[in-house]
């Protein structure tokens, strides 16, 4: 690192106590900044850095909410926003009992650069609670995000902060949010949240955004490298949407899929994954992967203890939580013969373990740009609200599609720039960074 950004982080560590992956996810994109803070000092003058580590705004508050035997439960609700140079604050709600001010800041700090890499005009920003939906009725679960969004709606709108949703908030919690958005403030207010149902102003392709691109950027990397991803053995981790849509996009594009995780394990299943079947446990019945393994027959197995990276593979595409492949698990599949990794979910490789990868030549997809197609489709859904303008699951499928090229040539052109051809994590934090140190730099003293 260099001088002036390892005495930034000391800072950080000692202004943020208690918070590990922030410090973590600052730590990663501090280590890429030496190039540009030394071709552009004026970056350096205006303390660019120092501005962009410090959240606009983070807003803490009380959720007192009913359960389904009346007794009153409290959780605590977040919202960090982070940076609207480029637009609006934009970027997920996670429900997640781990979920607490640390993990909400490495997240809206990766949604800053990821959402700058999309180029469509959306700052970051990231919010959450630690409700665990887990085990909860539909009604629980609607009154919760009723109160959850009693107290955040005054710091929502169009044109000031889009949620949408992450880990644990999918269409059925963005539909209650978006109800009782509608109902407190008596505006039909469409691009206040993304992820919305197709009837009432989602985006066709929105569901599918995240898995569907982190599998296009996969396949670019490999086609940068003259392969693709046809007859390509796969192992994915989670089973929640972005696995779930990585393993549909893996499967058309002719690869194998091997693998899908919850908390509880893994399955593996040597036809390769039955994806109708996988949905109907996981997105229907709500139930674990251990259900999968029980139904699917002999094929596959239930694993309780161990991970998915234990199971060789051409392609790793982990898509469940971060730092869940550490470097242990790394050296694993390098001795397998893995050639890709790509990173749907959010940080979910250790520091340690990106190393082994680019040591051992593999190419790694960094989570701000292999998964930011979600982002970018939130941003296709605020178009189509805008202009009030909705268009079909082929033509967003097609911009979803050339937006992914678009990242991973720019990440790519951003690495050879700065003398790292390849290299993929130095390539997306500079890429996204100048695009917003340029915003900033530009307005002032913000
Ligand atoms: P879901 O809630 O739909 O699924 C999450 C999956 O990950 C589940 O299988 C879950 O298992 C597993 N998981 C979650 N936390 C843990 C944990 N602590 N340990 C082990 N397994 C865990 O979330 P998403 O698929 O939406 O999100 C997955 C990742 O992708 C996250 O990192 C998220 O930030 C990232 N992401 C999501 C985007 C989106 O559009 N949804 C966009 C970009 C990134 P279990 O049910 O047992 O907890
Ligand atoms: O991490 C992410 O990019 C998301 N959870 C999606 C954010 C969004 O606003 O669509």
């Given at each position: 690192?260099?001088?002036?950004?390892?005495?930034?982080?000391?800072?950080?560590?000692?202004?943020?106590?208690?918070?590990?992956?922030?410090?973590?996810a600052?730590?990663?994109?501090?280590?890429?900044?030496?190039?540009?803070?030394?071709?552009?000092?004026?970056?350096?003058?205006?303390?660019?850095?120092?501005?962009?580590?410090?959240?606009?705004?983070?807003?803490?508050?009380?959720?007192?909410?009913?359960?389904?035997?009346?007794?009153?439960?409290?959780?605590?609700?977040?919202?960090?926003?982070?940076?609207?140079?480029?637009?609006?604050?934009?970027?997920g709600?996670?429900?997640?009992?781990?979920?607490?001010?640390?993990?909400?800041?490495?997240?809206?700090?990766?949604?800053?650069?990821?959402?700058?890499?999309?180029?469509?005009?959306?700052?970051?920003?990231?919010?959450?609670?630690?409700?665990d939906?887990?085990?909860?009725?539909?009604?629980?679960?609607?009154?919760?995000?009723?109160?959850?969004?009693?107290?955040?709606?005054?710091?929502?709108?169009?044109?000031?902060?889009?949620?949408?949703?992450?880990?644990?908030?999918?269409?059925?919690?963005?539909?209650?949010?978006?109800?009782q958005?509608?109902?407190?403030?008596?505006?039909?207010?469409?691009?206040?949240?993304?992820?919305?149902?197709?009837?009432?102003?989602?985006?066709?392709?929105?569901t599918?955004?995240?898995?569907?691109?982190?599998?296009?950027?996969?396949?670019?990397?490999?086609?940068?490298?003259?392969e693709?991803?046809?007859?390509?053995?796969?192992?994915?981790?989670?089973?929640?949407?972005?696995?779930?849509?990585?393993?549909?996009?893996?499967?058309?594009?002719?690869?194998?899929?091997?693998?899908?995780?919850?908390?509880?394990?893994?399955?593996?299943?040597?036809?390769?994954?039955?994806?109708?079947?996988?949905?109907?446990?996981?997105?229907v019945?709500?139930?674990?992967?251990?259900?999968?393994?029980?139904?699917?027959?002999?094929?596959?197995?239930?694993?309780?203890?161990?991970?998915?990276?234990?199971?060789?593979?051409?392609?790793?595409?982990?898509?469940?939580?971060?730092?869940?492949?550490?470097?242990?698990?790394?050296?694993?599949?390098?001795?397998?013969?893995?050639?890709?990794?790509?990173?749907?979910?959010?940080?979910?490789?250790?520091?340690?373990?990106v190393?082994?990868f680019?040591?051992?030549?593999?190419?790694?997809?960094?989570?701000?740009?292999?998964?930011?197609?979600?982002?970018?489709?939130?941003?296709l859904?605020?178009?189509?609200?805008?202009?009030?303008?909705?268009?079909?699951?082929?033509?967003?499928?097609?911009?979803?599609?050339?937006?992914?090229?678009?990242?991973?040539?720019?990440?790519?052109?951003?690495?050879?720039?700065?003398?790292?051809?390849g290299?993929?994590?130095?390539?997306?934090?500079?890429?996204?960074?100048?695009?917003?140190?340029?915003?900033?730099?530009?307005?002032?003293?913000?």
């Amino acid at each position: 690192m260099a001088t002036g950004a390892e005495q930034l982080y000391e800072e950080i560590l000692r202004r943020n106590p208690g918070e590990p992956e922030f410090h973590q996810a600052a730590r990663e994109v501090l280590e890429s900044l030496g190039p540009v803070l030394a071709e552009r000092p004026e970056l350096v003058e205006a303390r660019i850095v120092e501005r962009i580590c410090e959240p606009e705004r983070q807003i803490i508050f009380r959720v007192p909410w009913q359960d389904d035997a009346g007794r009153v439960q409290v959780n605590r609700g977040f919202r960090v926003e982070y940076n609207s140079a480029l637009g609006p604050y934009k970027g997920g709600l996670r429900f997640h009992p781990s979920v607490n001010l640390g993990i909400v800041k490495f997240l809206g700090f990766e949604q800053i650069f990821k959402n700058a890499l999309t180029g469509l005009g959306i700052g970051g920003g990231k919010g959450g609670s630690d409700f665990d939906p887990r085990g909860r009725s539909d009604a629980e679960v609607m009154r919760f995000c009723q109160a959850f969004m009693t107290e955040l709606h005054r710091h929502l709108g169009e044109h000031t902060d889009v949620p949408a949703g992450d880990i644990g908030v999918g269409g059925r919690e963005i539909g209650y949010l978006f109800g009782q958005y509608r109902r407190i403030t008596n505006r039909w207010e469409g691009g206040v949240l993304t992820g919305k149902g197709l009837g009432w102003g989602g985006s066709p392709v929105r569901t599918e955004a995240t898995g569907y691109g982190n599998v296009l950027f996969t396949a670019e990397m490999l086609r940068a490298r003259g392969e693709d991803l046809h007859g390509q053995q796969v192992v994915v981790s989670g089973s929640g949407n972005v696995a779930l849509y990585s393993i549909e996009k893996a499967l058309a594009l002719g690869a194998n899929v091997l693998t899908c995780s919850d908390s509880s394990g893994y399955v593996v299943d040597e036809k390769g994954i039955d994806l109708d079947l996988l949905k109907q446990v996981k997105e229907v019945e709500r139930a674990r992967v251990d259900v999968y393994a029980e139904r699917r027959g002999s094929s596959a197995r239930f694993v309780a203890d161990g991970q998915v990276w234990d199971v060789p593979a051409d392609v790793a595409l982990p898509s469940a939580t971060q730092n869940e492949l550490d470097a242990d698990a790394a050296l694993t599949l390098v001795r397998n013969g893995v050639k890709a990794v790509s990173e749907g979910a959010n940080m979910p490789t250790t520091p340690e373990a990106v190393r082994v990868f680019q040591e051992a030549g593999v190419a790694f997809g960094p989570g701000k740009a292999a998964n930011a197609g979600g982002v970018a489709t939130s941003a296709l859904e605020m178009r189509q609200n805008a202009g009030r303008e909705p268009l079909g699951f082929a033509q967003v499928e097609a911009e979803l599609a050339g937006i992914m090229r678009d990242i991973h040539t720019t990440c790519a052109a951003s690495a050879e720039h700065y003398g790292c051809p390849g290299d993929y994590v130095t390539g997306a934090n500079l890429a996204g960074f100048n695009r917003v140190a340029d915003a900033m730099l530009a307005q002032g003293l913000i």
